[in-house]
């Protein structure tokens, strides 16, 4: 090769990295030259006319950049351009790999097209890279619904693949070397919309494994996210963010929100009902409220979690072994026995109830209820056994529901015994990492653990209770041991919040207690009265110090009684809560009267009247509600009312 066409090859190279197409068109227009005439007999591409890093030509270029009408120009103009669309680059990807990365259906076309052109083999489409992704797994990779439709139907016209009249040939097309397919792809990728496409095209794939043995609807269990359930959007999230009023309304717009049902495009109904009859102006404002960019996020996380439940429903409905049964099954025909490692997976049943996944659990025990007696592979724990160590709430609920089924499967489940002997009481006992409710602070923690232990001992029957597991230990010991560090760090989080409260609780008794005998005004020098005294503004002051000071000496007496608690286990579950909000009810109390006494002293000494006194006042009780709301609310009250209602329905 000599100096001279290396530079060209360089300025060509270049051009199309600064995205000067026109000088490369005139380039290949005015050049006499045979681009592939380089390339050695050994199909060494090394020394492709334009190459960069990764070896890619200039029609890769093209692709990566786009550039539908430079790749037609292309195509037209080079002598050899139907062989150079056959180069793959250094990852084995052709040209019609990265059409297929980028979407654009029309650049696949003009590709295909000039495949076509001339006759001879048109197997550009089977083409594999280095990992043996074929194009059409690439369209389902990146999430090109559009580019994976085209692609199949070009396969399926030019014989090369129909609905799995022939597995052999359809294999090399959907699945990669270690067994991935392009279902696998799209569910990784949370691109339900195409992998429904995928069920309707490839039915049959939902049974494909990959190389560590996962199908589908494993891989689908293990994205909680995708579900309702799983995100901020579901009830058991409300209390867990910074301002719950903007949570709830978040989640009326998630259950209000019109999404389409996938493939059939009908108008699905809203979680509550709505009224079918609106005006033509009102269902306008509603698809332009619709538009909004903080709307769009909610409609699209309702549209995955629809388009996964719907992708669910059709897994349940092609393959009942793989829910229910032992995989023992031999592989598909269309997979290459090295691909397969034979490893057992949890089924997804199981999947799902360690994530708490109660969509994909409802859905799997409604199509199949003999799926409530599986056990996992690792321990057999049952179900109740699962929801209990993982704290799921949703689960346990609706294991407990006063369907007769229901009751029979609970019944069957309570008495469920693992390898270790463990009863679901047992593994409601272990602490273990998972802490599902969301919580700040170690007390508040052990309060939640607490309250969960009673609830599975509730749901046991009584000779359930003095089970021992292999290492000779009833539950409530197993409780004990694993909580120790967990109640020791309750302890310490609760002495030292009660002493900084103390602190500043005697503070204020102190100046609230010396307002009330150093009056603003002063008092009267001959009858020692307070020379305000007949001001309007006056007695609101004196309440407000009142309150101030009672609730000032509420918080202290509280607070030091939190102080000098045992701390024992039990203390946790309701003793310790009720001192703990009422401790913290009474202290925000006192700041609130202690702010408002600040303004109406304000008001006394500065001599402002109604309107322009009224005002500050409402500033000075805004600012404290604003940190109550904030701060205190989600915490505290919206917490403990949560708990006291487990309380008292457990």
């Not at 020394?47 to 539908?68: E, F, K, R, Y």
């Not at 052709?94 to 650049?107: F, N, P, Q, S």
């Not at 509603?286 to 769009?296: D, M, N, Q, S, T």
């Not at 207690?513 to 008092?523: D, E, I, V």
Request: hydrophobic share 45%.
């Amino acid at each position: 090769m000599n100096s001279a066409t290396s530079n060209r090859r360089f300025d060509v190279l270049g051009a199309a990295l600064r995205g000067k197409w026109d000088a490369i068109i005139s380039f290949y227009n005015f050049q006499q030259m045979e681009p592939l005439s380089d390339i050695d007999s050994e199909g060494d591409n090394t020394n492709v006319l334009v190459s960069s890093v990764s070896g890619d030509t200039i029609l890769h270029m093209c692709a990566l950049c786009c550039q539908t009408d430079i790749m037609n120009q292309l195509l037209r103009i080079m002598p050899a351009a139907k062989r150079l669309l056959s180069v793959p680059n250094r990852k084995g990807n052709t040209v019609l790999h990265e059409a297929a990365r980028t979407g654009i259906v029309e650049m696949a076309m003009l590709i295909l097209k000039k495949e076509v052109d001339g006759g001879g083999d048109q197997v550009l489409i089977s083409v594999s890279n280095l990992n043996g992704e074929t194009p059409i797994y690439w369209a389902a990779m990146y999430g090109h619904k559009d580019m994976l439709l085209f692609l199949n139907i070009t396969a399926t016209s030019r014989r090369i693949t129909s609905k799995f009249t022939s597995p052999s040939m359809v294999g090399p097309l959907t699945m990669r070397t270690d067994g991935s397919t392009i279902l696998h792809a799209a569910v990784l990728a949370e691109f339900y919309d195409i992998a429904l496409e995928i069920m309707e095209i490839y039915p049959d794939l939902a049974s494909g494994r990959n190389g560590d043995g996962a199908m589908a609807s494993h891989l689908l269990a293990l994205s909680p996210s995708s579900f309702k359930s799983g995100t901020m959007y579901s009830r058991q999230y409300l209390g867990t963010t910074l301002f719950v009023l903007a949570t709830k309304v978040v989640n009326i717009i998630y259950t209000w929100i019109p999404i389409e049902s996938y493939g059939t495009h009908d108008r699905l109904q809203p979680e509550s009902s709505r009224k079918e009859k609106f005006g033509h102006y009102f269902r306008w404002l509603c698809r332009a409220f619709w538009r909004l960019p903080v709307i769009k996020i909610i409609y699209n996380a309702k549209l995955k979690h629809s388009y996964a439940l719907q992708l669910l429903w059709k897994l349940l409905e092609k393959d009942y072994g793989q829910w229910t049964m032992t995989y023992d099954d031999p592989p598909l025909q269309y997979q290459h026995p090295s691909t397969i490692n034979n490893k057992v997976l949890e089924r997804p049943i199981i999947l799902a109830t360690k994530l708490g996944i109660i969509e994909m659990l409802k859905e799997i025990i409604e199509m199949y209820p003999e799926s409530i007696e599986v056990t996992d592979e690792e321990a057999g724990r049952n179900l109740l056994h699962l929801a209990a160590e993982y704290r799921h709430e949703s689960i346990i609920n609706f294991l407990k529901s006063s369907s007769t089924n229901s009751k029979r499967n609970l019944d069957m489940l309570v008495v469920g015994i693992d390898k270790d002997g463990n009863s679901p009481l047992h593994a409601a006992a272990k602490l273990g990492t998972h802490k599902p409710w969301h919580i700040r602070g170690a007390a508040q923690w052990m309060q939640w653990e607490c309250v969960w232990f009673q609830r599975v001992k509730r749901l046991l029957p009584p000779h359930m209770l003095i089970m021992k597991n292999c290492n000779n230990q009833y539950a409530y010991q197993v409780f004990t041991e694993t909580h120790r560090d967990l109640r020791v760090e309750g302890e310490r989080w609760l002495k030292e919040a009660s002493n900084i409260c103390m602190f500043i609780s005697a503070l204020i008794a102190t100046v609230m207690f010396a307002s009330a005998f150093t009056l603003p005004g002063g008092n009267d020098s001959h009858s020692g009265r307070p020379v305000l005294l007949k001001n309007q503004d006056f007695v609101p002051f004196l309440h407000y110090v009142g309150l101030s000071l009672f609730f000032s000496l509420i918080s202290l007496g509280m607070f030091f009684s939190i102080h000098t608690a045992p701390f024992e286990e039990h203390e946790f579950f309701l003793r310790l809560p009720l001192r703990v909000v009422f401790a913290a009810t009474a202290f925000v109390n006192s700041v609130t009267f202690t702010v408002c006494a600040f303004f109406q002293t304000w008001m006394l000494i500065s001599g402002w009247t109604f309107p322009l006194g009224l005002l500050c006042f409402d500033i000075g009780l805004a600012s404290v509600g604003v940190v109550f709301i904030a701060e205190l609310f989600p915490d505290i009250i919206v917490g403990f009312i949560s708990y006291l209602l487990d309380i008292l329905f457990i």
